[in-house]
């Protein structure tokens, strides 16, 4: 079993920038696929990026591409997610999650889910 808490959301002006964390629990959480999923509001939730247990792979959606990094803590039991050029559109809540699992793409290869963030990019 695995528990995921995001945090670090928040209002930010176009342009700027963002890090999201996700703590997990469990003693498990080294040997998962974590990924960043995002929803906006009347929007199917959709793949941002994800990196693999030992953090030595990632894997993001064309429209963060170079603008967004995810990293991970093994020792610390979290993953982070950087948002910077965050624009308007990027507005959602986003969500982390924990598979194993493939495509990482996929929203239902991930097994746990955490209650999300809100991140809000104003014009």
């Known amino acids: 079993q695995v528990q995921l808490v995001e945090s670090g959301g928040g209002l930010v002006q176009a342009g700027g920038s963002l890090r999201l964390s996700c703590a997990a629990s469990?003693?498990?959480?080294?040997?998962?696929?974590m990924g960043w999923f995002r929803q906006a509001p009347g929007k199917k939730r959709e793949f941002v990026a994800a990196i693999s247990w030992i953090g030595d792979s990632t894997y993001y959606a064309d429209s963060v591409k170079g603008r967004f990094t995810i990293s991970r803590e093994n020792a610390k039991n979290t993953v982070y997610l950087q948002m910077n050029s965050l624009q308007p559109e990027d507005t959602a809540v986003y969500y982390c999650?924990?598979?194993?699992?493939?495509?990482?793409?996929?929203?239902?290869?991930?097994?746990?889910w955490g209650q999300g963030t809100q991140v809000t990019v104003s014009s």
């Open positions: 469990g003693r498990t959480f080294s040997s998962y696929t």
């Open positions: 999650a924990a598979g194993r699992g493939s495509p990482w793409y996929r929203n239902d290869e991930y097994t746990y």
